[in-house]
T-cell receptor, first 114, second 108 residues
Framework: EPEVTQTPSHQVTQMGQEVILRCVPISNHLYFYWYRQILGQKVEFLVSFYNNEISEKSEIFDDQFSVERPDGSNFTLKIRSTKLEDSAMYFC????????????FGPGTRLTVT | AQRVTQPEKLLSVFKGAPVELKCNYSYSGSPELFWYVQYSRQRLQLLLRHISRESIKGFTADLNKGETSFHLKKPFAQEEDSAMYYCALKTGANNLFFGTGTRLTVIP
């Protein structure tokens, strides 16, 4: 069964550095999402992406964040200048459509900012 | 603004006992609710959604609009049910608003 994949599984970076988290959604899916989960807290929506543009974003998704689908398979989340509070588990998800479809989640990337 | 409340952070039950994981929501639109489960070292996966009205792995959940609840129930808990359970509300274009989760431990 096809799955969403994410790389790396764990990323350690220094405060102020740029980081790119990568996701490969399921191949026939059209809608893509990023969520994050700070340790001990709930999963929070960051951004949704469709047709090469952002559909919706949360208050968390400020100017430090950007998303891109650079080719036909990858979907990336870039954090320009990481802060300590960006340390979290980042999940990518994809879905073939909007109405009545479940979101398929990747295994997550653990980002640690030191 | 939307809200999803899972009042129990931790829940322990004995194997074979009934289990109920509570979820209450607040949403101005027409709610679409889900239960997601995360087993140890595995990814988040959909357990069930209210529009399907199905039973998955013996679990059921009924949307009660009067009580704004979507509690997850299973009559006889199994050890393999031990996991983190998240109630989620679909909002906006298609994003999910999650509760804080309940860690269920089934004691053998």
């Amino acid at each position: 069964e096809p799955e969403v994949t994410q790389t790396p599984s764990h990323q350690v970076t220094q405060m102020g550095q740029e980081v790119i988290l990568r996701c490969v959604p399921i191949s026939n899916h059209l809608y893509f999402y990023w969520y994050r989960q700070i340790l001990g807290q709930k999963v929070e929506f960051l951004v949704s992406f469709y047709n090469n543009e952002i559909s919706e974003k949360s208050e968390i998704f400020d100017d430090q964040f950007s998303v891109e689908r650079p080719d036909g398979s990858n979907f990336t989340l870039k954090i320009r200048s990481t802060k300590l509070e960006d340390s979290a588990m980042y999940f990518c998800a994809s879905t073939p459509g909007v109405l009545g479809y479940e979101q398929y989640f990747g295994p997550g990337t653990r980002l640690t900012v030191t | 603004a939307q809200r999803v409340t899972q009042p129990e952070k931790l829940l322990s039950v004995f194997k074979g006992a009934p289990v109920e994981l509570k979820c209450n929501y607040s949403y101005s639109g027409s709610p679409e609710l889900f239960w997601y489960v995360q087993y140890s070292r595995q990814r988040l996966q959909l357990l069930l959604r209210h529009i399907s009205r199905e039973s998955i792995k013996g679990f059921t959940a009924d949307l009660n609009k009067g009580e704004t609840s979507f509690h997850l129930k299973k009559p006889f808990a199994q050890e393999e049910d031990s996991a983190m359970y998240y109630c989620a509300l679909k909002t906006g274009a298609n994003n999910l608003f999650f509760g804080t989760g309940t860690r269920l431990t089934v004691i053998p």
